[in-house]
C-alpha cells in the first residue's frame, strides 16, 4: 500500500494575492463567477447571439491563454422560513410543504489561465502531480501581467455588453476562503457545495478516484472521433417540443442543467499559437499525402486536414485546443452504476461516445483545480475551431428567486424548487413593463382558479386591497379564510349596498357626486336613452340639496329612502320655486321609475342597507354575480357599485397596491354597457398603484370582443396563459391577438407536457412585456388546496370541518389535511 503524501507538497498553487492565483510552474489565473441566463429563456436567435458574443469574447485573449469554465452542479435541499414576520396559515403549510425539496445548485465559474510562453505543454507523464519538484519556470513581469488583465477586461465587457451575462471578480478570500466559509480552491479538493464550513478530506487515487466518502467517476470528450457530426449553439429539447413548435435549449445543457445528479462540468479551451498550429497542421498533411498512396486511412486523414486548414484559412477560423469532462459523484457505491448509466446517457444525447477515464482520472482532476489548467496534459486535447469549442459550453442555469418583497411562490420547472416571483413591481422598476395589469388566459380545468386565488392570497398577505368580482364562486374558501367581505344574492340573503353613505373621514367630492349620478341615470334610463343636460343638471342639484339637509340633520340615515323621500318632496318645492319645467325635468317620471328601488317595492334591499358600509377599509371584497349576471336591472346597478367601490380604493389610499381581478363576469359588464369602466380601469389605474386583472377561459371570447382587444390586452403587459393544448390548432390566432413571440408560442405549447409524474400540479406561462417569458409551476401545500378548490364534494368537507371549530374555517382545513395525509399513510389490506 502506497504512503499517505500531504497535499501541501504536491499543491500546485503557490498563492493568491491582489485577486490573482499564482501557480508554481508561474501561470497566472483570473477567476469570475458567471451569472448565465435561465434555462428555457432563450430563443433561437439568442442561443446564436450568446454563441457568438462567446467566440468573439474570446477572440480577444492572449495566446497561449487557458479559458477553464466550470460548472458545478451540487444536490440541495430547500431550506424553510419559519421565522417571517407576518406569515399567515397557508405560507406556514406551503413552508412546511416545500422543507427540504431537493434541487440542484448551480454555480458557474471562469477562469482565465495565462501560460508563460517559455514554458513546455504538460502531458499525461509531464503533470505536475507526477513530479517531485515543482518550481515556476518564469519570474512574473508586472508589465505583462497588466497586460493579461487589460485583455481579461475587453472579455469580460464584450460578454458583459451582449447582454446575457454579467461577471464578478472574485476576491482572494472566496478563492482561498475563510475559518467560516470554504474557498473555490478547498471546495474543489473536497467537491463541498458552496457556502459550505472548510473540510479536510483525503482524496484517493487508487482503485478509482475517491474525495472523502464520495465515489467519483470522470468522462471525457476528448477526441474528435467520439464527438458529435455537427454542434451548434441550441438544441430542440424534444420532451416540451411539439409538431407545431419547438423548445430549445443550449447544445451542452443536456451535460448540465438537465444532468439529474451531482457533478462538475470542466470545460477547457487553449488558445496556443495559432500560426504554429497552422504550421504544424500543414507539415502533418504533407507528411500523410506522401503516405496516402500506402493507406486509404491516410488518404482520408490527408483530406480531413486539407478541409480544415482551408475553413481556417478561407473563414478566419480561430484553430485551439479543447477539453471537456463530466466529473459526477456519490456517496453511495452502490449507486455507481446508475451514476455511470445516467452521465453516459447525457453524452450520448450529444450523438458523442461517453469514455469514461481510469489510468488518466487522476492528472485530469488535478488540472481542474482552479488556476492549475496551465498543467492540462495536452495529450488528451482534441483540435477544432473556436466556433465548434464554444458550442460546447454550457449556456443557462437553474430559474432565479426575485428580491423583491413583493410577489408569488412558485415553482422551478424541473425540479419544483419554490421559488419568489414578482411579477408586479419589479419588471416595471426595470422597464421591462409599463403597467401591472394582467391578462390570464386558461380553458376549464387548466388551474386557472388555483394560480389566481394563489396570486391574491398572495397580494392580500402583503398588504394588498383586493376587489374581486367573481362569477362561480371561486374565491368563496379564500374569502372566508382571510375575513373578507362575499358579497352574493340569494332569496335569504340579497345583495345590500348603500352607495350614498359617506364613511370615516369621507367627503362628498366631485367622484363621488358622480358615480351617484351615473348610478341613478342607469336606473333611470335604459342603454338607448340619452339624457339631457338639463336632467342631469338637475341630479347634481339634488344631491347637493339632500347632502346639506343630511349635515343639518345628522339623524336622518343617509340611504336611498331618506334621498328618494327628499326628491319627492323638499326637492320638488325648489324645482318649482327655480321654474324648471317638466319637460326639463320630469319629477314624476323620475320617482316612477326609481319606485321600485324605494321602501317596499321590488328592490327596497338593493341600495339602503346598513351593514358592510366601510368598504372603503375593506382588504379583501369579492361580489359573486353568478345569480344576477342575466338580470336586466340588478346586474347594471351592482357592476356600477362594485366600480366605484374600487376606484374609491384607488384614489384615496395612497402608497397602498389595489387590485381588481374580474373573472368571467368582464363579459356581461362589457354587455351591459359598461365598457367604458373596463377602458378607465386598464388604462388609469397604474397611475395610482393598482393593477387590473382580467381572466378568462374560452379564445372565442378574445377574438370577437373589441373591449378585450382594445382595451384589455393592450393595455396589460403581463400575459399569463395555462394549458393551451385544446387550442394547438387555433393557436396561431391567439398568437397574433396577444403578440407573442415564437419563443414564446413555443413555451406556451409546452405547458404541462413533461410534467413530473410523481407530483401533483400544473404549469403556467407568463410574458412580462414581451420581454421575459418563463414557464413555472403551480404547486400548493394540502392546505392551500382545500382552501383554493372548487370541488363541490371538497368545499362540503371543508365546511363541516370547519364547524367542528365553530366556523373557523383555518382549523377545520388543518384537521381535514391531517385526517387524509393519516389516510394516505395508513397501509392498505390486502386481499385474497
Known amino acids: 500500500m502506497a504512503a499517505a503524501v500531504e497535499l501541501e507538497r504536491l499543491l500546485p498553487i503557490y498563492g493568491v494575492e491582489q485577486d490573482t492565483i499564482l501557480s508554481r510552474r508561474g501561470d497566472t489565473t483570473l477567476a469570475f463567477e458567471l451569472t448565465l441566463p435561465e434555462i428555457f429563456t432563450l430563443s433561437d436567435q439568442e442561443y446564436e447571439a450568446f454563441h457568438q458574443a462567446l467566440v468573439k469574447a474570446i477572440r480577444l485573449l492572449p495566446r497561449h491563454c487557458v479559458l477553464h469554465k466550470q460548472d458545478w452542479f451540487v444536490e440541495s435541499a430547500h431550506q424553510a422560513d419559519f421565522q417571517q414576520e407576518g406569515q399567515g396559515f397557508l405560507s406556514r403549510a406551503s413552508e412546511r410543504f416545500f422543507h427540504e425539496r431537493p434541487f440542484f445548485e448551480h454555480h458557474c465559474y471562469v477562469l482565465l489561465t495565462k501560460i508563460p510562453e517559455d514554458v513546455k505543454p504538460s502531458s499525461s507523464l509531464l503533470s505536475s502531480l507526477l513530479r517531485r519538484s515543482i518550481a515556476p519556470q518564469q519570474t512574473l513581469q508586472p508589465q505583462l501581467f497588466q497586460e493579461f488583465v487589460d485583455q481579461a477586461g475587453q472579455f469580460v465587457r464584450v460578454l458583459e ?32 457545495p458552496a457556502g459550505s464550513a472548510p473540510l479536510l478530506q483525503d482524496i484517493h487515487f487508487r482503485e478509482g478516484l475517491r474525495i472523502g466518502d464520495q465515489h467519483c467517476l470522470l468522462f471525457t470528450l476528448a477526441d474528435a472521433a467520439h464527438l458529435p457530426a455537427l454542434c451548434g449553439s441550441r438544441v430542440n429539447y424534444d420532451r ?32 496556443g499559437d495559432a500560426p504554429a498550429t497552422l504550421e504544424r497542421l500543414e507539415s502533418k498533411r504533407l507528411r500523410l499525402q506522401s503516405l496516402a498512396a500506402y493507406s486509404r486511412g491516410n488518404a482520408l486523414a490527408r483530406e480531413a486536414a486539407q478541409e480544415f486548414l482551408h475553413e481556417a484559412v478561407s473563414q478566419q477560423r480561430l484553430p485551439v485546443k479543447a477539453h471537456f469532462n463530466i466529473l459526477a459523484w456519490t456517496a453511495e457505491p452502490g449507486k455507481l452504476k446508475e451514476l ?26 488535478w488540472a481542474g483545480l ?27 442555469t437553474a430559474y432565479r428567486s426575485s428580491r423583491s418583497p413583493i410577489g408569488l411562490r412558485l415553482g422551478d420547472r424541473l425540479t419544483g424548487r419554490p421559488l419568489h416571483v414578482d411579477i408586479s413591481d419589479e419588471p416595471v422598476r426595470q422597464g421591462i413593463c409599463t403597467n401591472r395589469n394582467k391578462f390570464i388566459l386558461g380553458p376549464s380545468g387548466s388551474g386557472k382558479s388555483f394560480f389566481t386565488n394563489h396570486l391574491v392570497r398572495s397580494y392580500h398577505e402583503q398588504g394588498a ?24 344574492y340569494d332569496a335569504q340573503c340579497p345583495l345590500r349596498f348603500n352607495p350614498f353613505y359617506l364613511g370615516k373621514g369621507d367627503a362628498l367630492d366631485t367622484e363621488k357626486k358622480e358615480s351617484i349620478k351615473t348610478l341613478l341615470l342607469a336606473l333611470w334610463k335604459k342603454d338607448s336613452e340619452t339624457f339631457t343636460r338639463a336632467e342631469y343638471v338637475a341630479l347634481s342639484n339634488a344631491l347637493e340639496l339632500y347632502y346639506r339637509q343630511l349635515e343639518a340633520r345628522p339623524a336622518l340615515f343617509p340611504c336611498f329612502d331618506t334621498f328618494y323621500e327628499f326628491v319627492k318632496d323638499g326637492f320638488r318645492a325648489r324645482l318649482q320655486a327655480d321654474g324648471v319645467k317638466e319637460k326639463d325635468f320630469d319629477l314624476d317620471n323620475f320617482l316612477y321609475v326609481l319606485r321600485p328601488y324605494y321602501r317596499g317595492g321590488e328592490f327596497d334591499f338593493l341600495l339602503n342597507a346598513r351593514q358592510n358600509l366601510e368598504l372603503l377599509q375593506e382588504r379583501f371584497i369579492v361580489f359573486e ?20 367601490v374600487f376606484i374609491s380604493k384607488m384614489r384615496k389610499l395612497q402608497g397602498v397596491r389595489k387590485v381588481i381581478l ?44 373589441p373591449i378585450v382587444k382594445q382595451a384589455i390586452i393592450h393595455n396589460s403587459d403581463c400575459k399569463i396563459l395555462l394549458d393551451q393544448r385544446k387550442y394547438l390548432q387555433q393557436f396561431d390566432g391567439i398568437q397574433q391577438l396577444l403578440g407573442l413571440t415564437e419563443k414564446e408560442k413555443a413555451l406556451v405549447l409546452s405547458v404541462n407536457r413533461a410534467n413530473d409524474p410523481a407530483r401533483t400540479y400544473k404549469e403556467v406561462f407568463i410574458s412580462l412585456g414581451g420581454v421575459l417569458s418563463k414557464v413555472y409551476r403551480t404547486e400548493v401545500s394540502l392546505e392551500e388546496y382545500l382552501a383554493y378548490t372548487t370541488e363541490e364534494k371538497e368545499k362540503l368537507q371543508v365546511q363541516e370541518y370547519a364547524a367542528r371549530w365553530g366556523g373557523d374555517i383555518a382549523k377545520g382545513i388543518a384537521e381535514l389535511a391531517q385526517h387524509i395525509r393519516t389516510q394516505k399513510e395508513q397501509p392498505h389490506e390486502s386481499h385474497p
Open 370 to 396: 482552479p488556476g492549475n489548467a496551465g498543467d492540462f496534459p495536452m495529450n488528451e486535447t482534441f483540435d477544432t475551431f473556436l466556433e465548434q469549442a464554444c458550442c460546447f459550453l454550457n449556456l443557462e
Open 161 to 192: 455588453d451582449s447582454g446575457f451575462v454579467s461577471l464578478r471578480r472574485l476576491p482572494d478570500d472566496e478563492l482561498t476562503g475563510t475559518l467560516e466559509r470554504a474557498g473555490l480552491l478547498e471546495r474543489y479538493c473536497g467537491l463541498l
Open 662 to 705: 374580474i373573472e368571467e363576469a368582464w363579459k356581461a359588464i362589457a354587455r351591459e354597457g359598461m365598457a367604458e369602466y373596463i377602458r378607465y380601469l386598464f388604462k388609469t389605474v397604474r397611475k395610482f398603484y393598482g393593477e387590473a386583472i382580467v381572466v378568462t377561459q374560452e379564445v372565442e371570447d378574445i377574438i370577437s370582443s
Open 625 to 644: 354575480l353568478d345569480n344576477i349576471k342575466d338580470h336586466p336591472i340588478l346586474f347594471p346597478v351592482v357592476t356600477i357599485i362594485i366600480m366605484e
Open 340 to 365: 455511470r448509466n445516467t452521465v453516459s446517457s447525457a453524452i450520448a444525447q450529444l450523438d458523442a461516445a461517453p469514455k469514461l477515464e481510469t489510468d488518466g482520472a487522476p492528472q485530469l482532476f
Open 465 to 488: 386591497h383586493i376587489v374581486l368580482v367573481d362569477v362561480g364562486h371561486s374565491y368563496k374558501g379564500l374569502c372566508e379564510l382571510v375575513n373578507g367581505y362575499y358579497f352574493t
Open 240 to 271: 416540451y417540443s411539439t409538431d407545431r413548435s419547438r423548445c430549445s435549449t443550449g447544445f451542452a445543457s443536456p451535460l448540465g442543467q438537465l444532468l439529474p445528479c451531482n457533478h462538475l462540468l470542466n470545460q477547457y479551451i487553449f488558445t
